[in-house]
């Protein structure tokens, strides 16, 4: 089992609508949760950061984290074509603060 | 913020080269810079971990001598692919952590390597 699972997609939505990516992880002891964007061909950026549980809101992004479902995720409101990219959820394992573990990323298409 | 510079950007070597990939962190000092090689439509693998001053340690599976990592300052790391395959091309990419304490990787341009 992955230690972080993503639907790998392709997820396509429309300009306007909200964009909901999924990501889970099984590893209960991990703390801090991030979400990444990457162009092709480009490395990932930060988009998000989360490590209560909850909502975080940052612009049209929002993360949640549920640690008791060991579940994450990234909402896009008001999607725009920009926002095509594929989008990598990351968690830092137990026991090591200074590693991250990649999930396989989703693929995200806003069609104008 | 913190910035990481990787070159070169993309790289065309001939099969049994060796090709080196730097990794600077511009405006901080990373004591920990991590390596991570990406292949086509999957998703990030952390290679290995380099720590200045000693030697880096591996994750299970990349080979430590033919992927050589020095980490001889405070803001370079570097990376050589030694005697390269066209298997290991591939997209590599670096990271650091800032020095302010926060939890977030900060990471580099990345390096397309093409072996023929």
């Known amino acids: 089992q992955k230690e972080v699972e993503q639907n790998s997609g392709p997820l396509s939505v429309p300009e306007g609508a909200i964009a909901s990516l999924n990501c889970t992880y099984s590893?209960?002891?991990?703390?801090?949760f991030f979400w990444y964007r990457q162009y092709s061909g480009k490395s990932p950026e930060l988009i998000m950061s989360?490590?209560?549980?909850g909502d975080k809101e940052d612009g049209r992004f929002t993360a949640q984290l549920n640690k008791a479902s060991q579940y994450v995720s990234l909402l896009i409101r008001d999607s725009q074509p920009s926002d095509s990219a594929t989008y990598l959820c990351?968690?830092?394992?137990?026991?090591?603060?200074?590693?991250?573990?990649f999930g396989s990323g989703t693929q995200l298409t806003v069609l104008p | 913020g913190a910035v990481v510079s990787q070159h070169p950007s993309w790289v065309i070597c001939k099969s049994g080269t060796s090709v080196k990939i730097e990794c600077r962190s511009l405006?901080?000092?990373?004591?920990?810079m991590f390596w991570y090689r990406q292949f086509p439509k999957q998703s990030l693998m952390l290679m290995a971990t380099?720590?200045?001053?000693?030697?880096?340690?591996?994750e299970q599976g990349v080979e430590k001598d033919k992927f050589l990592i020095n980490h001889a300052s405070l803001t370079l790391s570097t990376l050589t692919v030694t005697s390269a395959h066209p298997e290991d091309s591939s997209f590599y990419i670096c990271?650091?952590?800032?020095?302010?304490?926060?939890?977030?990787?900060?990471f580099g341009a990345g390096s397309r390597l093409t072996v023929l």
């Open positions: 990271s650091a952590r800032g020095d302010n304490g926060a939890n977030v990787l900060t």
């Open positions: 590893d209960r002891g991990s703390q801090s």
């Open positions: 989360i490590y209560s549980n």
């Open positions: 990351a968690g830092t394992p137990s026991g090591s603060a200074r590693q991250l573990t």
């Open positions: 405006d901080f000092q990373a004591t920990t």
């Open positions: 380099s720590n200045e001053g000693s030697k880096a340690t591996y």
